[in-house]
């Protein structure tokens, strides 16, 4: 953006050449409704009052002298009414068009104030994502900030599903069958499940000697809610004989009680496999679940919120195997 100070002129400074820098006035290709008024017309036609002549204007906005010409034609077909007076010196403003110099001026400031507001507005786009994922995402923000600087990133972290159109985030990342046609659903990757103990569990009760009867067990379990997803379906079909001592829908609560050593806990690999104070008790991946970046179609047209969406899916593929559990045997 090019930024100049606003030019004032008066009948009697209307014919004296201004030098203004080009592309001061952004372009505003509208009409006034019936009136058919193009802005872009009241731009050129400040131009031709602040240089006095076609050629001076023409220079200024570095077209031709006759594109001045037309739009100063056309200006004035639309208000009905001559605006210059065309002599061999020059150009000389009409009544109407002295008044009208300030007014347009006015709007040169006011347009030059919408897009330095613009300009001085921060990106920042929203990402709404699993717990699991955050540390992913903040680990690798350096590659973001490499390929977008200033850009603000804002994880929004919840078990509770963000509307996205509601506007509660430009972006989610969810695990499980995307169902509304209006959002597009980019597939990332699958996240897997695996069951996990603390040492100070394993050392009260040995691990399940078969994964497929946790009987005799201390159990973290999940709320009814989630009671769909895969690892829900897993460990629900085995407790049977065995002592539930807590259901949430909250990861970092199951993730704490196993960590206290609470019982054995069905966790995210991504989560159980970095935790040191948890012992992952089969290389298995017990339950898997679909993972998508999901987003309103309207929303991926912004350059910013392209430059996320290209960061989730070069950070998720890059873990992917880790994502899924792969990566650790035990």
Request: with cysteine; aromatic share 4%.
């Amino acid at each position: 953006m090019v930024h100049a100070r606003p030019f004032c002129v008066d009948s009697a400074e209307a014919h004296r050449p201004v030098r203004i820098p080009t592309g001061t006035l952004p372009d505003l290709d509208c009409t006034m409704g019936d009136d058919d008024l193009n802005w872009n017309d009241l731009r050129f036609f400040l131009r031709a009052a602040q240089a006095g002549t076609l050629a001076g204007a023409a220079r200024a906005m570095e077209v031709d002298h006759s594109t001045i010409g037309r739009r100063l034609s056309a200006l004035e077909r639309s208000l009905g009414a001559p605006l210059v007076i065309r002599a061999p010196e020059g150009l000389h403003l009409t009544p109407l068009g002295e008044n009208l110099v300030p007014l347009v001026e006015q709007v040169e400031r006011t347009v030059l104030a919408v897009c330095e507001q613009a300009r001085l507005q921060k990106p920042r786009v929203r990402l709404a994502t699993p717990t699991r994922f955050t540390k992913l995402f903040a680990v690798n923000l350096a590659q973001l900030q490499a390929a977008r600087p200033g850009l603000s990133l804002e994880l929004l972290n919840s078990s509770r599903p963000v509307n996205l159109k509601k506007g509660e985030a430009d972006l989610a990342v969810r695990s499980g069958p995307i169902v509304d046609d209006d959002l597009i659903a980019r597939r990332l990757c699958e996240t897997g499940w695996s069951l996990y103990a603390s040492p100070a569990y394993l050392s009260r009760r040995p691990p399940p000697a078969d994964l497929n009867d946790l009987g005799g067990h201390d159990v973290i379990g999940y709320d009814p809610s989630l009671a769909g997803v895969p690892a829900a379906k897993w460990i629900e079909s085995r407790v049977p004989g065995a002592n539930v001592v807590l259901r949430s829908r909250e990861m970092n609560d199951m993730l704490e009680a196993a960590l206290g050593g609470a019982g054995l806990a069905m966790l995210p690999c991504l989560l159980g496999d970095e935790e040191a104070g948890l012992v992952r008790l089969t290389p298995e991946v017990l339950a898997t679940r679909e993972v998508s970046l999901v987003y309103q179609r309207e929303v991926r047209l912004a350059g910013p919120v392209r430059a996320v969406i290209r960061f989730v899916v070069q950070v998720m593929q890059e873990n992917a195997d880790r994502i899924l559990g792969l990566r650790k045997a035990v």
